[in-house]
């Protein structure tokens, strides 16, 4: 088996830390970049050219290639209007079609899938605890839908003969992108509060573990859907109130109403108001450790100066 591995979204906050880490233990890269301008196919990483949004790519980039990790996708952090919502869902969609596509078409020899997800696809609760199996899905929430329409995409791949791993993602905390930045910014400027009730469960996860769960399904190949999120999720105003203790700054203000937010941000504040308290214990069965179990450690090491 090569150890050559087709990496989408590798340019993102997760594909950055995950490609170092895949260069360091010895994996040869191949990348599919919608951009242009970083495509260099002489020495590895290797990056390819792809828009899946026009049927584009470019076939090089499956050549040889053992397996895939698809992170692929336009941002969710972006104002939801009817434009942006179709790109965010058929970006996802197309991206996994396309590979499908060509796999089966060209009868690459791809072996094995792993692809992002996300617990958006669960329904909005307070109490649900929600494990792979038992999953409720929202027939109304917008980023529901973008999963579950992703998720199915993966039908795409039936007949052909590869394993596939669906890896559905909590809250990335990154000191360097994605949610930590923005939720950091109005408390270390005085203004923080905790949002909504403060009482939505936020299911987080700190990259490097997110980083150690794409490599450990690498390395075993396992097939199927699993949460991908820290042992112990926290309550909105429980993330706020970590944070603000760690960078040592009052959190005196009373919450940020929902109506308030939902002005401010429209539609797109469900990624905040949002409850969805997952459980990460079918990972862990495979064998998986986490480092960070407890948020307060996972941002004490991201906020360290
Ligand atoms: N960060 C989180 O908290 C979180 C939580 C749950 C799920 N996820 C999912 O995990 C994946 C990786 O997350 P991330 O935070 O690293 O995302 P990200 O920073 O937004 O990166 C996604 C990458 O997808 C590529 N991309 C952008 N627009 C595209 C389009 N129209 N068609 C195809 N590719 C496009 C880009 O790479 P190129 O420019 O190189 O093409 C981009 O760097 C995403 O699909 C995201 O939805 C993330």
Not at 213 to 242: C, D, M, R
Request: hydrophobic residues 40%; charged residues 20%.
């Amino acid at each position: 088996m090569s150890n050559k591995i087709l990496i989408t979204g590798a340019s993102g906050l997760v594909g950055r830390a995950l490609t170092d880490s895949l260069i360091q233990q010895g994996y040869k890269l191949h990348i599919l970049s919608t951009q242009k301008s970083k495509v260099n196919t002489n020495s590895y990483p290797k990056t390819f050219h792809w828009d899946p949004m026009s049927n584009e790519l470019d076939l090089r980039s499956l050549e040889g290639i053992d397996s895939i990790i698809n992170l692929a996708g336009a941002p969710i952090a972006q104002r939801w209007n009817k434009a942006a919502k179709s790109e965010i869902v058929n970006s996802r969609v197309k991206s996994l079609e396309i590979l499908a596509h060509h796999i089966k078409t060209h009868h690459f020899p791809v072996k094995y899938l792993v692809t992002a997800s996300a617990i958006g696809i669960y329904s909005n609760s307070v109490t649900q605890y929600y494990e792979e199996k038992q999953a409720q899905f929202s027939s109304n929430s917008f980023l529901s839908s973008v999963v579950q329409k992703w998720e199915a995409a993966l039908g795409a791949f039936d007949n052909a003969d590869l394993k596939i791993c669906i890896l559905r993602i909590g809250i990335v905390l990154d000191a360097n992108g994605g949610a930590l930045p923005k939720i950091m910014f109005p408390i270390k400027n005085y203004f923080g509060a905790a949002l909504g009730t403060g009482s939505q469960w936020q299911s987080w996860i700190h990259t490097e573990d997110l980083v150690g769960i794409f490599s450990h399904a690498l390395k075993s190949k396992i097939e199927g859907v699993y949460n991908a999120v820290a042992p112990n999720p926290v309550q909105q105003s429980e993330l706020t109130n970590t944070i603000a203790r760690i960078v040592g700054k009052p959190i005196y203000l009373p919450n940020v109403p929902q109506t308030v937010l939902k002005l401010i941000l429209g539609e797109m504040s469900a990624i905040v108001l949002e409850s969805q308290r997952v459980c990460s214990k079918k990972i862990q069965k495979t064998g998986f450790d986490f480092k960070f179990h407890e948020v307060s450690a996972a941002l004490e090491d991201l906020l360290r100066f």
